[in-house]
């Protein structure tokens, strides 16, 4: 069950954050440790300052109110995948400034989990559809092999640190609300680690890694899309001290393709046809992904009709189907006529009996060549 915090500073569940504040200074003043030595006065001393840590904070409140805990290991608002949960970070610090570090707290450890790595691929749109195995050239940190990741040179171990004298962390008096507080840090000179390197790995510089250049094969699943991250576990740098490995993260971008624009995983492109092409109707070829098709164009086809190749866009990622293929008419009016085009096409439209179709049409009524946008797509 989750925690009551509400219950534990005795504040309603309405309380400003004043309120909250003025609650938990009034409970921190009766049970800080300084004052209040009982172990059962402490304890409670944590949990209302857990409590403060969690209703002062506007995304844990909001977690809490969902009903869930964001101290909870792992567990968020809505269970799993939360972005709260175990990385919870600020309590230790403020027990760490009410408790003055002290037992709980050893010196850290040198090794670390290393960082995650992230690195770009280029693709064709014919790679990202049908998906490909690419080898990469990565240069991330792995463990030095002189020193196996330790760091100190070989035949020599890292010493005790003479200012912290190895607890990894060095203690501070200062004044707060609460009045006197013993605050600790990490030693400065360890870096918390409470040893020193004094003969440095030569090849790593203390730090139990180095550089290195390697080739991965990655295999990209058929229907990504630009800017989908593929991860690769374990594959990223080796942390500080030979720690275990972060993850790399190649990021897909897909190149332009020259004549079809994607839309998740549907393809568009344009076909510009001549009018007359457009009135009297034609073949095209059109090389999609799967290869020449043969796309009839209709006699009176319309400017903005489209037509639908189905099934020929991009293939799901991870599901069953592909998108379709659209292709958009463009129909291009002559703008260059020469003598007898330009006695062709008034022959026709005095056939057509359009030679003077420009009546005055105005707000005062439509003269039949005028009307409303069409709604739809094309007219916005
Ligand atoms: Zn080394
Ligand atoms: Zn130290």
Known sequence: MAVDYYATLGVRRDATGDEIKRAYRKLARELHPDVNPDPEAQQRFRNVTNAYEVLSDPEKRQIVDLGGDPLAPG????????????????????????????????PRSRVRRG?????????????????????????????????????????????????????????????????????????????????????????????????????LTVKIPSGVEDGMRIRLSGEGEVGPGGGPPGDLYVEVSERQHAVFTREGDDLHCDLRLPMTAA????????????????????????????????????????????????????????????????????ELAKLREEETPAVVGGASGGSGLFSRRRSGRRSR
């Open 75 to 106: 567990g968020g608002a809505a269970g799993a995948g939360s972005p709260f949960g175990a990385g919870f970070g600020g309590l230790g610090d403020i027990m760490d400034a009410f408790f003055g570090g002290g037992a709980s707290r050893g």
């Open 279 to 346: 009135a009297l109707g034609t073949m095209a070829t059109l090389e999609t992904l799967d290869g020449s098709e043969t796309i009839t164009v209709k006699p009176g086809t319309q400017p903005g009709e489209v037509i639908r190749l189905a099934g020929r866009g991009v293939p799901h990622l991870r599901a069953v189907g592909r998108g379709h293929l659209h292709i958009h008419i463009v129909v291009e009016t002559p703008t260059k006529l020469d003598t007898e085009q330009e006695r062709l096409l008034r």
């Open 115 to 215: 960082n995650d790595a992230l690195l770009r691929l280029e693709l064709d749109l014919a790679e990202t559809a049908f998906g490909a195995t690419r080898d990469i050239t990565v240069d991330t940190a792995v463990v030095c092999a002189t020193c196996s990741g330790a760091g100190a040179a070989p035949g020599t171990q890292p010493s005790t640190c003479s200012t912290c004298h190895g607890r990894g962390e060095v203690q501070q008096v200062t004044r707060s609300f609460l009045g006197q507080m013993v605050t600790s840090r990490p030693c400065p000179r360890c870096s918390g680690t409470g040893t020193v390197i004094e003969h440095p790995c030569r090849d790593c510089s203390g730090d139990g890694r180095v550089r290195k250049r390697r080739t």
